[in-house]
């Protein structure tokens, strides 16, 4: 590391009046941010904030994302003697910024588990030392509410030298905002074991509530609160309706490279979505990665740095992909699934543009997405130890904040408007001079609109049967509730995959209670329904020539599977010492079970298969993984069959087409596709070889729960098909 030297405009303690106004003087101030770090000038409010810390003041300040919150607490470490204490709520945070200042030559350290004994002893013995060379130091929440932590602190703050305590995504103190964390609550001991020293709470993301909450939790005094506009001009704000895409992986793709080879983030749900879609991507030509919490430490680093440096340029990824992410120039934040809160929106899609260059936000929204959300919403306070009080509070406040970003995608107006009075800000009319597609193809919106609301409408009337299985309330058992309501919580989330089913009517029926459609008048509706029927014939028409069966398990999603599955294995190897089991070999045994248990229900019953296996891998004994593994010898020795050919049994579906015609019709005519006769119309399902292959217990669970489904007529099945093909798309 190569050291700058330092400016001489050191120490307040021991100047005067004069030097102290010198020292938090513009022009000074100024020096030290060209001199570090080669920027001409502050932005917004960042001098105000650095000048009321000099000056000893509390400070709560709002700036949004990119706004360049931590030079708010990284150049008053440079202008005083002492040390600034930061508080970051991720360890990768900490990384980054650490990283990035010493690169700079600011000496900076961080204090966390993953640092060795040897150098966290190097760290105390330099702020133990009479003049300590760090100036920055960051610590997680969690380390400030050990016992032995806070001892130190006192200790350098007794010697004068704790000069500014900075908390960086304050409103993680907050129940209120969207990212609570626990240890964060640990901060309100800050105040009264240090009471004079000055403390300044960063947030891009915090609504009226929230702040009032970060201010009285942190017991700031008279802070200078100092709040930016959230809004970033040079964010297009954009949303895609699922419902009304002929293919949605296929329209991100193409928007992808239509862009060139810019830089991307795209966050999705689930796990198996991110593999999915990235191989999906990866085989159309972008070059990009899947992050999420899945992936072993390892592999996530090797992706995040390979991102960063422009090696990769697409990142789809779960909210573990989250907050430090200091890439300056991506020019697209998508959300494939609809995010739980504005706050969480703007914070991710706040990702774009950190240049100030343009970009774009796209989200595409699904009802489906929207139905699945409100479920895990609705019932996410459940497993949490809470009072059933305060647990229908959550789950209301929840679906509050979910409410605002359905009618983000629902609404016609002002994409930015919203986004901006969601967060308590007054905003005119002009603001966003069609920097959002309501403001620029405001018709088109509104067709769009209206052709999701037919979408809608059709639905109901059929008796919709687009329903994931775990949707059945109750009827899931507690394993899987757990992981599929952590979901949001990556440290712990769910490779649960969540299936089409015809289960479940009565469950649709009032989910799909929509808004949308009590709006709709008879003419409108009539309207509508005539443009849903051209758009049905055009999609059928479309559908017949791509020849795309959308439930088919492709080559792409088996190879993701198996590197899944490899992932696993090894995770599993270094958990059991070491275990001797070739991984690849292992890896395609496993994903094979899946594939002939399931190639013929659908890539969604094949994808649970594939989580499933996940999870026991994450649990099993040595002994009980060498029985099931050992099957692999047997079979594949009993089989006689090259490994290769083992991977494609006789009986399965072969993709290729040459084999097994009709069961791949019948494999898919339960769940999806029908063949369809003249003008695109189903045939009746009765001249269809319907019979189901033999289901595993997977779907016999969800059949056996299936009650109001088995006595369907086979009419309402009928219709129930023809709407599934009359989606509108
Ligand atoms: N005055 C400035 N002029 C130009 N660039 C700046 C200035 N201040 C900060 N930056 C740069 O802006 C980028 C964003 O800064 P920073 O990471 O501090 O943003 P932030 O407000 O903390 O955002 P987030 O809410 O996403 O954490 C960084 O690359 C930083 O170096
Ligand atoms: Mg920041």
Redesign the pocket.
């Known amino acids: 590391m190569q050291r700058k030297a330092a400016l001489p405009l050191r120490d307040a303690k021991s100047g005067n009046a004069n030097k102290m106004k010198a020292l938090c003087g513009k022009e000074a101030l100024v020096k030290l941010?060209r001199w570090h770090?080669g920027?001409?000038?502050?932005?917004g409010k960042?001098l105000d904030a650095i000048q009321a810390v000099l000056s000893g003041r509390d400070c709560f300040c709002l700036?949004?994302?990119?706004?360049?919150?931590?030079?708010?607490y990284q150049i008053p470490a440079l202008a005083k003697t002492g040390i600034v204490l930061v508080v970051c709520p991720l360890i990768a945070l900490m990384e980054n910024?650490v990283m990035?200042l010493k690169e700079k030559g600011i000496c900076a350290e961080f204090l966390s588990s993953t640092i060795s004994t040897e150098a966290k002893n190097k760290i105390h013995d330099d702020l133990d030392s009479g003049k300590p060379s760090t100036r920055l130091l960051y610590v997680t929440p969690e380390l400030i509410a050990t016992a032995g932590f806070m001892p130190k602190l006192k200790k350098i703050y007794a010697r004068g030298l704790l000069s500014l305590i900075a908390i960086?995504?304050a409103h993680c103190i907050s129940s209120w905002g969207h990212d609570f964390r626990p240890s964060y609550r640990q901060l309100s001991l800050l105040r009264s074991h240090l009471p004079d020293v000055p403390i300044l709470a960063?947030?891009?993301?915090a609504a009226p509530k929230v702040q009032k909450d970060v201010v009285q939790s942190l017991h700031l005094q008279n802070p200078l609160i100092l709040k930016s506009s959230f809004n970033r001009p040079n964010i297009y704000y954009e949303v895609r309706y699922k419902d009304l895409l002929d293919d949605a992986y296929a329209d991100l793709s193409n928007t992808l490279k239509s862009k060139g080879d810019v830089c991307a983030i795209v966050y999705c749900l689930e796990r198996s979505m991110c593999d999915e879609l990235s191989a999906h991507l990866s085989q159309n030509g972008i070059s990009c990665a899947a992050y999420h919490a899945g992936l072993n430490k390892k592999m996530r680093t090797s992706v995040l740095d390979e991102w960063i440096s422009s090696k990769i340029q697409v990142v789809v990824a779960t909210v573990a992909f989250g907050?430090?992410?200091?890439r300056?120039d991506v020019r697209i934040v998508c959300h494939f699934n609809i995010p739980k809160s504005m706050e969480g929106f703007y914070?991710e899609s706040?990702?774009a543009g950190?240049?100030q260059l343009p970009c774009t936000s796209l989200l595409y929204y699904g009802v489906d997405d929207r139905k699945r959300m409100e479920f895990i919403l609705r019932n996410s306070g459940s497993k949490k130890s809470q009072s059933s009080t305060s647990q229908e509070e959550s789950s209301k406040k929840s679906m509050a904040d979910f409410t605002q970003m359905v009618e983000y995608c629902e609404g016609s107006g002002c994409r930015r408007k919203r986004i901006l009075e969601s967060f308590g800000e007054k905003v005119t009319a002009s603001l966003c001079e069609k920097t959002c597609d309501a403001c620029r193809h405001p018709n088109l919106v509104a067709r769009n609109l209206e052709d999701l609301t037919t979408a809608i409408a059709l639905r109901q009337k059929g008796g919709s049967s687009r329903i994931f299985i775990t949707s059945s309330s109750d009827a899931i058992n507690g394993e899987q509730l757990s992981e599929f309501w952590n979901r949001g919580d990556e440290a712990i989330g769910s490779d649960d995959d969540i299936s089409d089913s015809d289960d479940g009517n009565e469950v649709v029926n009032n989910l799909t209670k929509s808004k949308l459609h009590s709006r709709v008048g008879v003419n409108e509706k009539l309207a509508m329904l005539e443009r849903a029927e051209e758009n049905f014939y055009r999609n059928e028409k479309a559908k017949k020539q791509s020849k795309v069966d959308k439930n088919a398990i492709s080559d792409a999603m088996r190879e993701s599977s198996r590197q899944r599955l490899q992932n696993a294995l090894k995770q599993a190897q270094q958990r059991l010492d070491n275990l001797k089991i070739e991984l690849e070999t292992s890896a395609s045994f496993l994903e094979d079970e899946c594939y002939k248990k399931y190639s013929k229900t659908g890539k969604s019953f094949y994808y649970s298969q594939v989580a499933s296996t996940v999870r026991w891998l994450a649990t099993t004994s040595s002994v009980d993984m060498l029985n099931r593994l050992g099957t692999m010898k047997e079979s594949t020795s009993m089989d006689a069959v090259p490994e290769a050919e083992g991977r494609t049994p006789p009986h399965a579906i072969d993709h290729s087409g040459k084999e097994g015609t009709s069961n791949e019709l019948s494999g898919n005519a339960q769940s999806e596709i029908l063949p369809c006769g003249d003008r695109g119309m189903p045939v009746e399902s009765s001249s269809v070889n319907t019979k189901l292959p033999q289901i595993p217990s997977f779907y016999e669970f969800v059949n056996s729960r299936k009650t109001k489904g088995d006595q369907l007529d086979d009419t309402k099945k009928n219709s129930s098909r023809v709407e599934k093909k009359m989606r509108v798309q």
């Open positions: 941010l770090f920027y001409p000038d502050f932005r960042q700036m949004p994302t990119g706004g360049g919150k931590s030079m708010c910024q990035a960086d995504e960063l947030t891009a993301t907050y430090g992410i200091d300056k914070q706040g990702r950190r240049d």
